[in-house]
């Protein structure tokens, strides 16, 4: 049973970088599938920050690509995100899940729980 | 880029009653790309359908989705009380506003 979990503070402070971390267990991410982050601000629906191939190709939300980097380490099995010169528009529950492919199967199962990170100095 | 728009925003039923919810597209795209996911309060999403009409793993036969072109739907046959939450449709990196089904 593939399980995701994320870590990462839960307070950042403006203009500062947030990054999170997504554990994988049950599953190797060097086996195959895109790795994906997607984030809820408060109250409001879903948008997907960016991807990750397992062989480490990444693909981002254009809204947010300047600021995105996502990566993988297959050796503890975790991809991470990190988002620069965060403001309070980037308060949101923070998801990393499993992505079956890109475009054509573009569908994210299994999620993480999901964690809250507030932006505010 | 694509925008899905989801109808109604709130629906309001019994348990036991039929849910029709409806998710439309700007543009035609493929019935391949469509998903649909649940997602109850202080819980992340979890996927029910996918290609438009496959149910996910583990997801009871009363969900069920249709649609192509622009136009999708999500039904839920009988809506048990677990059934109440908001859902989301997704084509391809992109997902609507949700519709949440309520107890009326």
């Known amino acids: 049973q593939v399980q995701l979990q994320e870590s990462g503070p839960g307070l950042v402070k403006p203009s500062e970088t947030l990054s999170l971390t997504c554990a994988v267990s049950?599953?190797?991410?060097?086996?195959?599938?895109?790795w994906g982050w997607i984030r809820q601000p408060p109250g409001k629906g879903l948008e997907w920050i960016g991807s990750i191939y397992h062989s480490g190709s990444t693909y981002y939300n254009p809204s947010l690509k300047s600021r995105v980097t996502i990566s993988v380490d297959t050796s503890k099995n975790q991809f991470s995100l990190k988002l620069s010169s965060v403001t309070a528009a980037d308060t949101a529950v923070y998801y990393c899940a499993r992505q079956w492919e890109l475009l054509h199967r573009p569908w994210f199962d299994p999620w993480g729980q999901g964690t809250l990170v507030t932006v505010s100095s | 880029e694509i925008v899905l728009t989801q109808s109604p925003g709130t629906l309001s039923l019994s348990p036991g009653e039929r849910a029709t919810l409806s998710c439309r597209a700007s543009?035609?795209?493929?019935?391949?790309?469509l998903a649909w996911y649940q997602q109850k309060p202080g819980q992340a999403p979890r996927l029910l359908i996918y290609g438009a009409s496959s149910r996910a793993t583990g997801i009871p036969d009363r969900f069920s989705g249709s649609g192509s072109g622009t136009d999708f739907t999500l039904t839920i046959s009988r809506l048990e009380p677990e059934d109440f939450a908001v859902y989301y449709c997704?084509?391809?990196?992109?997902f609507g506003q949700g519709t949440k089904v309520e107890i009326k």
């Open positions: 997704q084509q391809g990196l992109t």
């Open positions: 543009q035609s795209v493929s019935s391949s790309y």
């Open positions: 049950g599953y190797s991410i060097s086996s195959g599938y895109y």
